[in-house]
Nanobody
Framework: QVRLVESGGGLVQPGGSLRLACAAS????????MGWYRQAPGNQRELVAQ???????QYADSVKGRFTISRDNAKNTVSLQMNSLNPEDTAVYYC???????????????WGQGTQVTVSS
């Protein structure tokens, strides 16, 4: 069974930094894209950043220049370095992966359990 486990959330002051990490484990044959989404209270879940297996990266406009996504294909991990955080970044952050299990023919999307990021003074 595939699992995505996140770590690194917490409380930070405006202007501060946090680093989120996510590790995928289980019977994984291949991982296409990995990324991060977030959901603030009353809002829909939105894409923050995504990186493909070939290294192509997409960022939400609101985080460009402040957040950096990286990936270790050998370890099946993805990280999100978040700098210059502001209160609007407060949300539950979810790791996301489009991957194929060893016993599967097609790929599916998997989600982590979420980690809370709170930006407040």
């Amino acid at each position: 069974q595939v699992r995505l486990v996140e770590s690194g959330g917490g409380l930070v002051q405006p202007g501060g930094s946090l680093r989120l990490a996510c590790a995928a484990s289980g019977s994984i044959f291949s991982i296409n894209a990995m990324g991060w989404y977030r959901q603030a209270p009353g809002n829909q879940r939105e894409l923050v950043a995504q990186i493909t297996s070939s290294g192509r990266i997409q960022y939400a406009d609101s985080v460009k220049g402040r957040f950096t996504i990286s990936r270790d294909n050998a370890k099946n991990t993805v990280s999100l370095q978040m700098n210059s955080l502001n209160p609007e970044d407060t949300a539950v952050y979810y790791c996301n992966a489009n991957l194929r299990e060893t016993v599967a023919i097609v790929s599916h999307v998997y989600w982590g359990q979420g980690t809370q990021v709170t930006v407040s003074s």
